[in-house]
C-alpha cells in the first residue's frame, strides 16, 4: 500500500510539474509575439487636412456648420483632438472644455471674430506627438446687419442732401409784451 502512495504522489506532482512548465513556457512565447507597433521608438506626428472652409460667417443666433478635420497616421497609434479658441488669430488660444472629436461646431450666441484651431495628438508605446490645424474665422454679425445690394458706402461716408427752406421772412413789427409765431417752410428733394 505505501508503494501505491507513493506512486500516486509521483504521478500527481510530474503532472503539476507539466503544467507549471507549460504556463512558464506560455508566458515565455508571449513577449516573443511581435505587434505592428514594437520597434517604433517615437510616434509619427499626425497629417492634418482640413476638411471645412477656414473663414465662415453667421448671424447671431444662428446654428453654424461644424468645422472639420481630417488626420492621420501610419503607425497605428490613437489619436486624440483637443479644439481651442482665441479672440485674435495671433494670440493666446484657450482649450474648450468637451471639445475633442475632429469636428466643433463654433458658438454663436454672441456678435463678433473668434478664431479655433484644433490640436491632434497621437499617442504610442506612451509617447506623444503632436500636430497643429490651420486657424478657422468664424464671424457673427447683428441679425440686423443686411446686404442692401448698394456700392459698398458706408452711410456715414454718404453726402446728406441740404434741405431748402422757402417763404423766409426777415424782418417782424410786433409790440412789447406780445406773442410772435414764427413759421418756417423746410423741403427735402422736392418735397416738405
Given at each position: 500500500?505505501?508503494?501505491?502512495?507513493?506512486?500516486?504522489?509521483?504521478?500527481?506532482?510530474?503532472?503539476?510539474?507539466m503544467?507549471?512548465?507549460?504556463?512558464?513556457?506560455?508566458?515565455?512565447?508571449?513577449?516573443?509575439?511581435?505587434?505592428?507597433?514594437?520597434?517604433?521608438?517615437?510616434?509619427?506626428?499626425?497629417?492634418?487636412?482640413?476638411?471645412?472652409?477656414?473663414?465662415?460667417?453667421?448671424?447671431?443666433?444662428?446654428?453654424?456648420?461644424?468645422?472639420?478635420i481630417?488626420?492621420?497616421?501610419?503607425?497605428?497609434?490613437?489619436?486624440?483632438?483637443?479644439?481651442?479658441?482665441?479672440?485674435?488669430?495671433?494670440?493666446?488660444?484657450?482649450?474648450?472644455?468637451?471639445?475633442?472629436?475632429?469636428?466643433y461646431?463654433?458658438?454663436?450666441?454672441?456678435?463678433?471674430?473668434?478664431?479655433?484651431?484644433?490640436?491632434?495628438?497621437?499617442?504610442?508605446?506612451?509617447?506623444?506627438a503632436?500636430?497643429?490645424?490651420?486657424?478657422?474665422?468664424?464671424?457673427?454679425?447683428?441679425?440686423?446687419?443686411?446686404?442692401?445690394?448698394?456700392?459698398?458706402?458706408?452711410?456715414?461716408?454718404?453726402?446728406?442732401?441740404k434741405p431748402?427752406?422757402?417763404?423766409?421772412?426777415?424782418?417782424?413789427?410786433?409790440?412789447?409784451?406780445?406773442?410772435?409765431?414764427?413759421?418756417?417752410?423746410?423741403?427735402?428733394?422736392?418735397?416738405?
Amino acid at each position: 500500500m505505501h508503494k501505491k502512495t507513493i506512486f500516486i504522489i509521483s504521478i500527481f506532482l510530474s503532472c503539476m510539474m507539466m503544467i507549471l512548465f507549460s504556463c512558464c513556457e506560455t508566458q515565455k512565447d508571449e513577449p516573443k509575439k511581435t505587434p505592428s507597433s514594437e520597434g517604433i521608438s517615437n510616434p509619427q506626428t499626425p497629417e492634418i487636412t482640413t476638411v471645412s472652409d477656414t473663414i465662415s460667417e453667421y448671424k447671431v443666433g444662428d446654428t453654424a456648420a461644424a468645422i472639420e478635420i481630417e488626420a492621420k497616421v501610419t503607425d497605428n497609434g490613437q489619436l486624440s483632438y483637443a479644439w481651442s479658441k482665441s479672440d485674435s488669430k495671433e494670440g493666446a488660444f484657450t482649450p474648450i472644455d468637451s471639445a475633442t472629436s475632429s469636428t466643433y461646431i463654433p458658438d454663436t450666441s454672441e456678435i463678433g471674430t473668434a478664431y479655433y484651431k484644433c490640436t491632434v495628438t497621437n499617442t504610442l508605446n506612451g509617447k506623444t506627438a503632436s500636430a497643429k490645424s490651420e486657424v478657422f474665422t468664424v464671424k457673427i454679425t447683428d441679425k440686423d446687419d443686411t446686404d442692401n445690394g448698394d456700392d459698398g458706402e458706408d452711410n456715414e461716408n454718404k453726402e446728406v442732401e441740404k434741405p431748402s427752406i422757402t417763404n423766409e421772412q426777415k424782418e417782424y413789427e410786433i409790440e412789447v409784451n406780445k406773442a410772435l409765431t414764427l413759421t418756417v417752410m423746410v423741403s427735402m428733394g422736392g418735397g416738405q
